[in-house]
């Protein structure tokens, strides 16, 4: 095992013993596990050689035995990354004859690539997988998601969707997305394919998570699904209180009906009781309380919003 073992960043928190770091890329090598006396990261429980098994791959050890880690551990002990030249290389690439091996964290500075589906495969710098894409960027194209310079081709850092061939990003950005996105809502940024532009990154080694997106899982939207509960109008009439209504009559709560941002009592905007419908000012384009009139003050609104020049 390495001795990268000792120089650990805290040594309350072991270190892996199939990469031997602790400090690592989360969204490479995956969350830490430890069973039966191993410490290591999923991700690379998944790459070592000979560790894979087919249909037994779970988002934990679950299919992995113990005694297939330590195998793993002592044959990589004498095998030596080409990109950090330390022992301890777990991974070797997957095709033919090469022998090159190399450790997970290191595989972006190899410009190596490790495909997180299927059967687990890992390519060195000179057998990985290349997008087919031959447009070029145009001098000035920026990445879509980080909005900063990309090369000027497809290269293991600069990535193009293939379906549209307009969408550049850098690698490191779309993993980024990828992780939040996860593979209900990962897609091209621009043209928004799906399937096609998934199984392009999967080839090129993008980890997309089989998960919701982390939006949902924090509930960053709830705010949105609250329904708005206060009267709008510019001088409230219920005695009490804006933040108050009533099921029914004249403090019955109206919300706008484009918007659902603003509200009103029926009263405090001088609507019947029998009025069903409001739309507040910036909807509408009149002043607060008038009900909604579709052809005159809806059209008046659109045209004071174009420009002169339409």
Not at 65 to 90: H, M, N, P
Request: proline share 5%; hydrophobic share 30%; charged share 20%.
């Amino acid at each position: 095992m390495s001795a990268r073992n000792e120089n650990a960043p805290d040594s309350r928190e072991r270190a892996c013993m199939l990469c031997g770091r602790v400090d690592v890329d989360v969204n490479v090598c995956g969350h830490t596990y430890e069973r039966g006396g191993l410490c290591a990261h999923l991700c690379c429980m998944f790459f070592a050689s000979e560790l894979y098994r087919l249909g037994l791959v779970t988002e934990g050890m679950e299919g992995i035995l113990i005694d297939d880690v330590w195998r793993a551990i002592w044959q990589a002990s004498e095998k030596q990354c080409f990109v950090c030249g330390e022992r301890g290389a777990t991974i070797t690439c997957t095709v033919r004859g090469c022998e090159r091996c190399f450790h997970l964290p290191c595989a972006s500075e190899g410009e190596c690539v490790t495909q997180y589906c299927g059967q687990y495969r890992s390519f060195c710098s000179e057998h990985r997988p290349q997008q087919a894409a031959q447009a070029a960027p145009e001098q000035g194209t920026t990445c879509i998601i980080c909005m900063e310079p990309v090369g000027d081709s497809t290269s293991y850092h600069t990535m193009v969707c293939p379906t549209c061939n307009h969408a550049w990003f850098h690698r490191r950005c779309i993993q980024g997305h990828a992780m939040c996105a996860g593979i209900l809502c990962f897609q091209c940024p621009i043209c928004r394919d799906k399937i096609p532009f998934c199984l392009e990154m999967y080839r090129m080694g993008i980890r997309i998570p089989v998960r919701p997106p982390t939006w949902e899982d924090n509930d960053a939207f709830a705010s949105q699904r609250e329904r708005h509960q206060r009267c709008d109008a510019s001088e409230c009439l219920y005695p009490r209180g804006r933040e108050q209504a009533e099921v029914h009559g004249p403090w019955q709560l109206l919300l706008c009906r484009s918007c659902a941002a603003e509200g009103t009592h029926r009263r405090c905007s001088n609507l019947t009781n029998r009025a069903g419908t409001w739309e507040c000012a910036s909807c509408a384009g009149v002043n607060n309380g008038k009900t909604h009139r579709p052809h005159a003050a809806g059209l008046q609104g659109l045209r004071a919003a174009l420009p002169e020049s339409l």
